[in-house]
């Protein structure tokens, strides 16, 4: 693993958006795997500034995402669909039809995911996929368990993450309770794994990721055993490693 110490939010959102223009400059139609929520704001927007300012293009970029709510539909202001539109694909030249999102209303979700899956492979695997880490070291929605799950699949959202998901929503009662979410094995298929953390609530879940047994009840931990796995963060998520 490497690890990059950062000073602040605003350092490690430079620094994941070099690390993945870069990986556009290396193969321009790489296969990028996107995470949403706070962590990767700023880096989706100094992404789009490297972009305004000519030094990529995302033509022949494909995007899959980790997950997204179950039971919203792509136009709901929470939804993770919504959610790249506004911080990510409406700002740059992506080709929608290059876009990959699970459905959160697809009929059958079960079959959702095995698509899901079926796609990331046809279309290569994923080069680069960027992650966030839950307080309780979750990676995508796959949650603290007692075995890792390997393939996209619906997940039990933990009261954990409910509650920390719940800033975003008028009432915690309106948060989702499930998700479809990329597997450990989806994941950890990747090429390249670029993982984001910041903030003093994060502080465990990184000791725990980077230094702690490898372990289904930190889905995160597996990491370790990811081959080029770079970790940006600042000082206070680093504070207890
Ligand atoms: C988001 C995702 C989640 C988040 C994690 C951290 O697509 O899969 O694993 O990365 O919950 O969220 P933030 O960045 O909001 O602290």
Redesign the pocket.
Known sequence: MKIYREKDYEAISLRAANILTAQLVLKQNSVLGL??????IGTYKKLVENYKAGEISFRDVRTV???EYKGLKDSDPNS?HYFMQENLFSHIDIDPENVHLLSGVAEDSDLECEKYERMIRAIGGIDMQL????RNG????NEPDSSFTVNTHVVDLTES?IE??SRLFDDISQVPRQAL?MGIGTIMHAKRILLIANGES?ADAIAKVVAGPVTPEVPGSILQLHPDVTIVADDKALSKL
Do not use: E, R
């Open positions: 995470a949403t929520g706070s962590s990767p995402n980790l997950d993770y992650l966030g880490i839950g979750h990676i995508g929605f993450t920390a998901n979410s994060k």
